[in-house]
């Protein structure tokens, strides 16, 4: 980890508290990119979460094992698994509000914007979608 040299010393005898040492690097990102979305962009943020993401996980793990609820934390872990994945299983409720509702769906080796349904059960009137915003 790359600290700045103002605060290695405090780093070092740990009297610089928790919150302040995190307060510094998310100002920093900041500093460097006014326009940044989200902290998981930055360089130094996404360096640590992918270092100690195992870590983190088996954390997790032993939570749930032991029956320690870690709402905030396993929760943000979930969004840290989301936010870097492109296709999730999520995508899959298209498919079940197409086959339970006639809702449509997008396919991924289409062009975005166009709509599709399946028979699934092979009864029923036919559905089509011409328009849809997002």
Excluded: C
């Excluded at 290695?8 to 690097?25: E, G, M, V």
């Excluded at 902290?39 to 996980?57: A, G, H, K, T, V």
């Excluded at 396993?74 to 899959?92: H, K, Q, V």
Aim: proline content about 4%; glycine content about 6%.
């Amino acid at each position: 980890m790359i600290v700045k040299k103002q605060y290695y010393r405090a780093i070092q005898f740990r009297t610089l508290p928790f919150s302040d040492f995190y307060l510094f690097f998310i100002k920093d990102a900041f500093d460097k990119n006014p326009l940044l979305t989200n902290l998981l962009l930055d360089e130094f943020f996404s360096q640590i979460l992918n270092e100690y993401q195992s870590s983190w996980r088996r954390a997790v793990i032993k939570a749930i094992e032991y029956g320690v609820p870690t709402p905030a934390f396993s929760t943000a872990l979930s969004f840290f698994d989301g936010y870097r994945t492109e296709r999730l299983p999520a995508n899959l409720l298209q498919a079940q509000r197409d086959y339970f509702g006639a809702h449509t769906y997008e396919r991924i080796d289409k062009p975005r914007g166009e709509f599709f349904h399946t028979n699934w059960t092979g009864r029923g009137g036919r559905v089509s979608s011409s328009t849809y915003s997002i």
